[in-house]
């Protein structure tokens, strides 16, 4: 379990949370790209107050599973490359046999990072500006 505190509100977090059942429906994800909810979002202490057997509960679980060493099984996902990417790759040899050598959290946050602009000018733009970064074997926020 870790806690956070932050600004505008404190959170619960859990490892593992893709094995808590969750039958109160209070786990959360962490931001758009989280595979599983695994955190409990609280604004003000008498949240906590409120909620403290489900919380109470879920610790229970998470330890029983902890305890007996049960981890949730890897999901393979398929990444799927915007069209500007896809079209580098096609055409930069060096640069589609460095990008399939990084570990897929590389390339997923390639991806993140190319899908979060608009206009495909700007992907462009941005896959000229990272491609040294491919290269080196580096992630997108790695310096």
């Known amino acids: 379990m870790i806690l956070g505190a932050f600004r505008a509100d404190f959170r619960v977090s859990f490892f593992n949370a893709a094995l808590l059942k969750d039958p109160e429906g209070v786990l ?12 409990i979002r609280f604004v003000d202490n008498a949240q ?3 909620m403290e057997p489900v919380i ?11 305890e007996a060493g049960i981890k949730p099984s890897k999901e393979e996902r398929e990444i799927e490359l915007p069209d500007e990417l896809v079209e580098a790759l096609d055409s930069d040899p060096e640069l ?8 897929p959290g590389r390339q997923k ?10 206009k495909p000018e700007t992907r462009t733009s941005r896959i000229a500006k990272i491609r040294d970064s491919i290269l080196a074997g580096k992630g997108a926020s790695e310096r």
């Open 28 to 39: 959360g994800k962490q931001g758009p790209n989280t595979q599983h909810p695994d955190m």
């Open 48 to 50: 906590v107050a409120k």
């Open 56 to 66: 109470l509960s879920y610790l229970k679980e998470a330890m029983g599973y902890a």
């Open 96 to 103: 589609a046999e460095a990008f399939h050598d990084l570990t």
């Open 109 to 118: 946050s390639y991806v993140i990072n190319l899908n979060s602009a608009k």
